[in-house]
């Protein structure tokens, strides 16, 4: 399953995308697209937030992303609920604009990226 610095929402949209492939935790850093094999290649958690889905910009996030060499391997369309986010949020939930943010990542849906 996804690494712990992916957090409880991506390694719900982990399991869902890539059910029974491994994927260690690797230490952070830069790694070349293609240079590892499949089951030690890091993957990172990328949210396009209900804002930005909203003004329709999940294509330019997708071309950003693909044009500096990034590939993406999965995507899903979700509307966040409070737990998952609560969970995904963990190391937040004490700080004071932690209401307001789980207000914001309600309020429409994300696109989860692989």
């Given amino acids: ?4 610095a992916m957090g409880s929402l991506g390694r719900c949209l982990a ?4 059910r029974g492939q491994p994927g260690p ?11 590892a094999p499949p089951e030690l290649q ?7 937030k209900p804002d930005a889905v909203q003004r329709r910009l999940v294509g330019d996030v997708i071309q950003r992303f693909e044009r ?4 993406l391997v999965a995507m899903k369309l979700l509307q966040a ?9 963990q190391q937040l939930r004490q700080k ?7 207000t914001y990542m309600t309020s429409g849906p994300v ?3 692989v």
Avoid at 68 to 71: S, T, V
């Fill in 81 to 89: 609920d409070q737990g998952l986010l609560d969970k995904h949020y």
């Fill in 111 to 113: 696109v989860a990226m």
């Fill in 68 to 71: 500096r060499g990034f590939k």
């Fill in 42 to 48: 890091e993957k990172t958690l990328v949210l396009v």
């Fill in 25 to 35: 935790s690797l230490p952070p850093g830069p790694r070349c697209y293609g240079s």
């Fill in 1 to 4: 399953p996804a690494g712990p």
């Fill in 15 to 18: 399991r869902s995308l890539f």
């Fill in 96 to 102: 004071p604009f932690y209401p307001a943010l789980l």
